[in-house]
């Protein structure tokens, strides 16, 4: 069974940027849609960014201008980058990716803080 693994968590001051990245650790089978949820403490995980194979990209309003999603389809890896940061961007961030097969594939998630 294959692995998500994200990286490029970490403390950031706001207005900071940070990139996260996520990268498959074993073969995923025609990945199709990628993307970035984030969890709050004490929050729903909500859908931050994604991208589909013809890199058709969709973000949650709160991020707009400031997030960019994009992919390496080759490499099965997605990235986001996180530019004019707010402490309300504190959370963690899973990565998601989905198969024309419909099999969901989860991260384990990467910390991101954002103090003020």
């Known amino acids: 069974q294959a692995q998500l693994v994200e990286s490029g968590g970490g403390l950031v001051q706001a207005g900071g940027s940070l990139r996260l990245s996520c990268g498959a650790s074993?073969?995923?089978?025609?990945?199709?849609?990628m993307g970035w949820y984030r969890q709050a403490p004490g929050k729903q995980r909500d859908m931050v960014a994604s991208?589909?194979?013809?890199?058709?990209?969709n973000y949650a309003d709160s991020v707009k201008g400031r997030f960019t999603i994009s992919r390496d389809s080759a490499k099965n890896t997605v990235y986001l980058q996180m530019n004019n940061l707010k402490p309300e961007d504190t959370g963690v961030y899973y990565c998601?990716?989905?198969?024309?097969?419909?099999?969901?594939?989860w991260g384990q998630g990467t910390q991101v803080t954002v103090s003020s």
């Open positions: 991208i589909t194979r013809r890199e058709s990209r």
């Open positions: 074993g073969r995923l089978a025609d990945i199709t849609s």
């Open positions: 998601n990716m989905i198969s024309s097969y419909s099999t969901i594939y």
